[in-house]
């Protein structure tokens, strides 16, 4: 049976406006879920379906803490998972916000299922990665995800130069991200050691009520009033 990779609302969205409704109809028939945190997957699974028989449900929890445990062990925290897929049981992969396995955690038991021969579905969602590629205005046929960037402000700089001489010299362009708190200390970092014809987009809350997409040159954008993100979430891209 499949491994169905299931997309989950960025923020406060409403799931009609991102979510497709064949999502909840496959959803409904599957009682084993990959989950990134289990309270969040529950209050998500019960918001697809008032009526989901949340009791039922076995849930296998990825992430660090999961990886730990079972690395004490000596095995896989995702063992289990497969088994269930293996003896003909669906099994969902939760993430906390946007889709499963693209910069969040997942891609490891999507891994094991396919080495395994296993059958993988990804189901139709929001990505805040392509969302944010898309409404940039920067090149969306060369570009790389980088994650997050070092938090020692010399080491953060030195990076940033590199993703900028790539982005310039590959026409390549670079998205980032950074822990909502420290939006406002990255931002001013970029305008300090960006050059000023570099392009830079700041994708924030994208679908949700405090969406913000915004496009210019660090030379435009030292002149720009910039909203509090600090408590939203934010992709950067530069090119």
Same mark, same amino acid.
């Given at each position: 049976?499949?491994?169905?990779?299931?997309?989950v609302t960025l923020g406060d969205t409403p799931q009609e406006q991102?979510?497709?409704?064949?999502?909840?109809?496959?959803?409904?028939?599957?009682?084993?879920?990959?989950?990134?945190?289990?309270?969040?997957?529950?209050?998500?699974?019960?918001?697809? /379906?008032?009526?989901?028989?949340?009791?039922?449900?076995?849930?296998?929890?990825?992430?660090?803490?999961?990886?730990?445990?079972?690395?004490?062990?000596?095995?896989?925290?995702?063992?289990?998972?497969?088994?269930?897929?293996?003896?003909?049981?669906? @099994?969902?992969?939760?993430?906390?916000?946007?889709?499963?396995?693209?910069?969040?955690? *997942?891609?490891?038991? @999507?891994? =094991?299922?396919?080495?395994? *021969?296993?059958?993988?579905?990804?189901?139709?969602?929001?990505?805040? =990665?392509?969302?944010?590629?898309?409404?940039?205005?920067?090149?969306?046929?060369?570009?790389?995800?980088?994650?997050y960037l070092p938090i020692d402000e010399a080491d953060r700089a030195?990076?940033?130069?590199?993703?900028?001489?790539?982005?310039?010299?590959?026409?390549q362009t670079q998205l980032f991200i950074e822990t909502p708190f420290?939006?406002?200390?990255?931002?001013?970092?970029?305008?300090?050691?960006?050059?000023?014809?570099?392009?830079?987009?700041?994708?924030? *809350?994208?679908?949700?009520? /405090?969406?913000?997409?915004?496009?210019?040159?660090?030379?435009?954008?030292?002149?720009?009033?910039?909203?509090?993100?600090?408590?939203?979430?934010?992709?950067?891209?530069?090119?």
């Amino acid at each position: 049976m499949p491994l169905y990779l299931i997309p989950v609302t960025l923020g406060d969205t409403p799931q009609e406006q991102v979510l497709p409704p064949h999502n909840a109809e496959t959803v409904r028939n599957i009682r084993h879920f990959v989950v990134e945190e289990i309270r969040t997957a529950r209050r998500f699974l019960r918001s697809m /379906d008032r009526a989901f028989p949340i009791d039922e449900c076995t849930f296998y929890e990825m992430g660090k803490h999961a990886a730990d445990h079972n690395a004490r062990k000596n095995q896989s925290p995702y063992d289990k998972a497969i088994e269930t897929l293996a003896s003909g049981a669906d @099994v969902g992969v939760i993430s906390e916000a946007g889709c499963p396995a693209v910069a969040d955690p *997942g891609a490891d038991v @999507v891994l =094991m299922a396919q080495r395994r *021969g296993l059958q993988v579905i990804p189901l139709a969602g929001p990505s805040s =990665m392509t969302m944010a590629l898309m409404a940039s205005g920067l090149s969306g046929q060369n570009y790389a995800f980088n994650g997050y960037l070092p938090i020692d402000e010399a080491d953060r700089a030195k990076r940033l130069k590199a993703l900028e001489s790539r982005a310039h010299n590959e026409h390549q362009t670079q998205l980032f991200i950074e822990t909502p708190f420290r939006n406002r200390k990255m931002t001013e970092t970029l305008l300090r050691v960006l050059r000023p014809a570099t392009r830079m987009c700041i994708a924030a *809350g994208i679908t949700t009520r /405090d969406e913000w997409i915004k496009t210019h040159t660090i030379a435009e954008w030292r002149k720009i009033q910039i909203p509090d993100l600090s408590k939203i979430p934010a992709i950067f891209l530069i090119g």
